[in-house]
């Protein structure tokens, strides 16, 4: 056990944090409801939620429960450690555990904000937001507490990287599931009630609107969080491993001398936990964009000082070590720059999806050739918003790099801190991720709040003052996926290295104590002229797009079955329509679940099985080129599915606050909105988290793929045989499942 200084306080801050959260939680809960009808419309929301994730969690238990037999085995063979099984368990668990908190606090907080609304709009602001800050200090806090813990009793990085596979397992299920069920849901609701019908938003008489806003908080409150817990896990863990690296194997250091820099990434991650409960506290001005934005604004100038203390007080006094006086200056600057460099990625987002900007305007004037043209012109700014932002992540990455190396050569050691600098890029981005994901799942709070004041008839009561917070929350949520799009290909980017410095160490390529960059270059044997080389590359450029189609025939399956679901209701019950009688809600929220739960296992077993395959099969080499592959190819297919998506929702937006619902415009704008919608909630947020457990699952298992390099050709084939036949078998039964519904 290894109770060092810096290590217990992390744990401290760690359980300091879930303190608050609990503190939050009770605050939320404790204010009053007093409309009956508001409270009936949540129980529905908050009832359809937990049955989604608690059908949800069973189905990924089944795969936890798989696959840590399976690691248990690599286990019992010595082919991996006993802790990569604890590891997996503990990074699973709490991200479920995160998500249901998250989830819960948000189905209190939505008829909480409602009731607020009526009379203070500043405390329905003050429940939203902190109804918010329970999942984001929740993230944050179960991430650095489970990591410190377990580097307390493993005393190595390398051996807590179950932990990010556990997270990344569990929050692929979670983004996927929720993203299927959120879409189908809500393009259901959309082509029947808006198209078809000419309904409102969240008209109570539309089958699909509680399944409609049960899918904010199961797709955009929780599966976004655990989009953000694992690459916010992930990172800590990739730097902690370049740390070990660098300072032991590269620069000969004891451990125990190293220590600092090596869990350094925890202590300014605690730090940020410190920054985010500040910033959560500060939010209090009457107008909601003022408050979240002094809410970030005092988060960021905390992380920017206790960034500089921390990395002075640990770094500075092993700085001799390194041959580098102004090595702690630099991982510093580098730190800051990639935060402020990558929140540049952000406000290019915000220009290309705001509705009050050029692109988005001109796809509403497109919009006037009918729904075809309203697409074209979503697809095409999708595609093209793909080169600025990638143009920013590279500079980004290449900047931090060299700011780490403090040199542009890169010959000797120096270009090797390059690599920890390009990873501390990202830990100053992710450094605000308790307060980013605070203010996103303040936007489907805000959100239910406003569709419980519709249909509870509150509407009048509580005047523009939920449209308002609704609007700062369509705008928050906006900022997250671009902010969770920044984190995913840098984390990406991190873990890859990370990937490459395991790779070395296990398979002893370079002796420890004299090490260069030219001779990792040298021996990192990914050559584009080898033939193998490149069918990693191929194949790794392809997995996204079939990844995406799954993910999104899923959302289609599901909204077909909900359009089919809601016009059987009103054709079977026309009182529905004249408001005579109210729509059996929990049958639109079952389908939505049925699908959702049956079609996120394919796409999540692309992630798992595929890395496995290439490197059972091919080796560790050929493997890092699929992985390069997969993380520029999803990255970019991200981008543009999130932007085209984001652009296509808010021209849609453009048109009603034009005042042009119910018109044949709005009817196309509604009609591209549907087709953007599992492009920006589905596929594109998935296309993360796919990146990254890819990635994290390939380092866990780099001591099964070099024990297997050695064994004969028809014993490789027998596990790659048996992880096909398995996939198959799964398939299958997916398939019977979708006939049965």
């Known amino acids: 056990m290894l109770l060092e200084p810096h290590l217990v306080f992390s744990t401290i801050v760690g359980i300091v944090g879930l303190i608050v959260v609990f503190f939050l939680r009770s605050w939320v809960k404790k204010q009053p409801v007093v409309c009956e009808k508001a409270k009936e419309v949540s129980s529905w929301i908050k009832s359809g939620a937990r049955a989604f994730l608690r059908r949800e969690f069973m189905t990924i238990m089944y795969f936890i429960i798989a696959i840590a037999i399976v690691l248990g085995a690599l286990a019992f063979l010595h082919i991996l450690e006993i802790h990569i099984l604890i590891g997996f368990i503990l990074g699973s668990i709490l991200s479920l555990l995160m998500a249901y908190i998250g989830m819960e606090t948000a189905t209190d907080a939505n008829v909480r904000t409602t009731e607020a609304a009526r009379k203070d709009p500043l405390k329905a602001f003050m429940i939203a937001y902190r109804g918010g800050a329970v999942t984001g200090l929740s993230l944050v806090s179960l991430a650095v507490l489970g ?312 509407g009048d009561k509580v005047g523009k003052s939920l449209e308002t917070l609704d609007a700062v929350g369509n705008t928050t949520k906006a900022l997250t996926k671009a902010y969770g799009m920044a984190a995913a290909l840098l984390t990406g980017i991190a873990v890859l290295f990370a990937y490459i410095a395991e790779v070395i160490r296990e398979k002893g390529l370079l002796e420890a104590g004299n090490i260069t960059f030219e001779k990792i270059l040298e021996v990192m044997a990914v050559n ?75 796409p999540t077993l692309i992630g798992v099985f595929m890395p496995i395959i290439m490197g059972v099969t091919f080796g560790v080499f050929i493997l890092a080129a699929y992985l390069v592959a997969l993380k520029i190819v999803s990255a970019l297919l991200a981008i543009f599915q999130f932007n085209a998506g984001g652009a296509l929702d808010n021209a849609k937006k453009l048109i009603e606050i034009k005042g042009l619902k119910g018109t044949d415009i709005h009817a196309a704008t509604v009609i591209g909105d549907t087709f953007g919608d599992p492009l920006k909630d589905t596929a594109g947020p998935s296309l993360h988290i796919l990146i990254k457990l890819s990635n994290i699952l390939s380092i866990t298992l780099i001591p099964l793929f070099i024990a297997v390099e050695n064994y004969p050709l028809h014993m490789k084939l027998i596990v790659v045989i048996t992880i096909i036949v398995t996939w198959i078998i799964i398939a299958i039964f997916t398939r019977y499942l979708r006939r049965k519904m």
């Open 528 to 602: 584009i002229v080898n033939p193998l080389i490149l069918f990693g590359l191929v194949i790794g450029a392809a997995v996204p797009f079939l990844f995406s189609a799954w993910a999104i025939k899923g959302a289609t399956r599901g909204a077909f079955h909900v359009v089919e679901e809601v016009r059987a209701q009103f054709r079977e019950n026309p009182a529905i329509l004249e408001g005579k009688a109210l729509p059996d809600y929990a049958r639109s929220v079952d389908i939505a679940t049925k699908v959702a739960l049956v079609d996120m296992i394919m």
């Open 147 to 458: 990591l410190s813990v377990l580097y307390i009793f493993f005393e190595s990085p390398s051996l807590i990287v179950g932990f990010g596979f556990g997270a990344s397992l569990s929050a692929l299920f979670a983004q996927l599931g929720g993203g299927i069920f959120t879409k189908a849901a809500d393009i259901g609701a959309d082509l029947v009630g808006k198209v078809e019908k000419k309904l409102e938003e969240d008209d109570p008489r539309n089958a699909a609107v509680i399944a409609d806003l049960v899918g904010d908080n199961v797709g955009d409150c929780a599966g976004r969080a655990s989009d953000l817990f694992e690459s916010f896990s992930d990172n800590l863990i990739a730097i902690m491993i370049l740390g070990f690296f660098i300072a032991v194997y590269v620069y000969g250091i004891s451990v125990e001398v190293a220590l600092p820099f090596i869990i350094l990434p925890l202590v300014l991650a605690s730090m940020g936990i410190i920054a985010s409960i500040v910033g959560v506290f500060v939010a209090k001005a009457k107008n909601p964009t003022k408050a979240v934005t002094v809410s970030y604004l005092v988060s960021g100038i905390i992380v920017v000082v206790s960034f500089y203390v921390a990395i002075e007080l640990m770094l500075t006094p092993i700085e001799p070590l390194f041959n580098d006086p102004l090595f702690s200056e630099r991982i510093f600057l580098a730190a800051i720059f990639g935060l402020v460099g990558s929140l540049l990625t952000v406000f290019l987002v915000l220009y290309y999806t705001g509705y009050e900007n050029k692109p988005v305007q001109d796809i509403a004037d497109a919009a006037k050739g009918g729904a075809a043209l309203d697409i074209l012109s979503g697809v095409s700014l999708g595609m093209e918003s793909a080169f600025p932002e990638a143009v920013i992540i590279g500079l980004v990455m290449i900047a931090s790099f060299f700011i780490g190396a403090g040199t542009f050569s890169l010959e000797g050691l120096d270009p090797i801190k390059g690599l920890y600098g390009a990873a501390m890029g990202l830990l100053g981005l992710l450094s605000m991720t308790g307060i980013i994901q605070t203010s996103d799942t303040f936007g489907p709070i805000v959100d239910n709040a406003d569709g419980i004041a519709t249909m509870s008839g509150l």
